[in-house]
């Protein structure tokens, strides 16, 4: 049987080496924005690694977009510059990258995550942290004690739609391969898509066609403005796990209608509306908890899914693929765990690759393998 999990993928005019995904995780420590040698440390370990496609965390295509003070941005030009070592880094190693594209909406001008993940206090504030009127679909605090949003204007909408387009043009100019646009977890895109958030009473609001329709104009939007041989992403929260909110069947027509403007893979997560954590927290989670949103969708909406959420081994990743649950696999907190994940993964299902290994590591590990050193020859995982 073909192991699936080191099986390239072709999406477009790219080609994975194998369906390794690193998801964007925030790591709340850029500087005015700007990624610092933190972040090319921490991709580039992904690289390593040997994920065959590293995702950079949610980067805000506006300043006041930011999710906290310390979100990476491709608001500026110089951002440009402050990723180009990472997509280098991980062109280098043979693998690819995507940058997620973010507006954090009503969730915006928050705490870093290890300060509370909440309101800004003045604690926050006299540290040197700024703080602004977030964007949303109503004016309506994500939940007592936090700031009260703008309820966008259709100007508002066409200065977020025209950010985003910019910000997948400088994304290409920092060399990732791929975009991915981030309607999920109650921030700004997926708060106009869940009637928690989004009580309008006009066109983008009510019906579901309707609360669809602004992040569909941002898809659309960033599809023109991207090469036909550039692949579009979209994370979405295939549920809110909140009654009265986001529902599963609502992701289902929602995943048809990115099918039809051009999204080629749906990244499928789930939550965000509820405390505690920017997706599901208070849930009581178990491995691969999300993955039948991902099969649902694949089946349904006939477009190619990433599960995420607590897969761990690799013998899950590969059940996973091979019952057709999804076409890539996203390893998050285990890779943070375990950088070289991928390639231990690739060990333990007897498929090893050494030309994927950095040659300065494959040299001695190889060796060790064949037998020819002196260090014992216990398995690598």
């Known amino acids: 049987m073909t ?8 999406i477009r005019g790219v080609t994975l080496p194998n369906r390794v995904v690193i998801p964007p995780m ?7 924005g700007h990624a610092t040698d933190f972040h090319r440390t ?40 402050s990723f180009r070592p990472i997509t280098q880094q991980i062109r280098d190693m043979g693998f690819k990258s995507c940058l997620q594209l973010a ?33 949303g679909p109503s004016a309506i605090a994500f939940t007592d004690g936090w700031l009260e949003p ?9 200065e977020v739609i025209e950010a985003f387009v910019v910000g997948a043009h400088r994304a290409l100019a920092a060399g990732f391969d791929m975009v991915e646009i981030h309607m999920a977890h109650g921030y700004l895109l997926q708060s106009f898509l869940t009637p928690l958030a989004n009580q309008r009473t006009d066109d983008y609001g009510g019906s579901l ?28 929260s295939a549920t809110d796990w909140i009654d009265g909110g986001w529902e599963p ?18 990244d499928c997560s789930s939550g965000g509306n509820m405390l505690h954590g920017a997706t599901n927290s208070n849930l009581t989670r ?69 030309d994927t290994w950095p040659p300065q590591y494959a040299w001695w590990l190889s060796k060790w393998k064949r037998g020819l050193g002196s260090m014992d020859e216990e398995p690598l995982v």
């Open 150 to 158: 703008k309820e966008m204007t259709r100007a508002d909408m066409e």
């Open 26 to 32: 925030d790591m709340y420590c850029a500087e005015d």
């Open 286 to 354: 178990g491995p691969a908890y999300q993955a039948h949103f991902a099969k649902l969708l694949r089946e349904e909406a006939g477009i190619m899914t990433q599960a995420v959420g607590l897969i761990r081994t690799p013998e899950l990743a590969e059940q996973l693929l091979q019952d057709g649950q999804a076409d890539l696999i996203a390893i998050g907190r285990q890779a943070l765990f375990n950088p070289y994940w991928a390639h231990h993964a690739a060990e333990k299902l007897g498929v090893t690759d050494w």
């Open 42 to 81: 921490h991709y580039g370990k992904f690289a390593f690694g040997g994920a065959g496609l590293v995702f950079v965390e949610a980067t805000a295509v506006t300043r006041t977009g930011r999710i906290t003070n310390g979100c990476t941005g491709i608001y500026y030009d110089s951002h440009v510059d």
């Open 103 to 135: 507006h954090g909406g009503r969730k915006a001008a928050t705490q870093r995550a290890w300060q509370g993940n909440g309101p800004l206090t003045q604690e926050n504030l006299d540290a040197g942290d700024e703080t602004w009127t977030p964007l």
């Open 249 to 266: 069947e609502d992701s289902v027509e929602l995943a048809k209608l990115l099918k039809q403007v051009g999204v080629d893979v749906v």
């Open 209 to 236: 066609a309707n609360r669809m329709r602004f992040p569909l104009e941002v898809a659309v939007a960033v599809r023109d403005a991207l090469p036909d041989e550039v692949p579009l992403f979209t994370r979405i």
């Open 3 to 10: 192991v699936k999990l080191f099986t390239p993928l072709t």
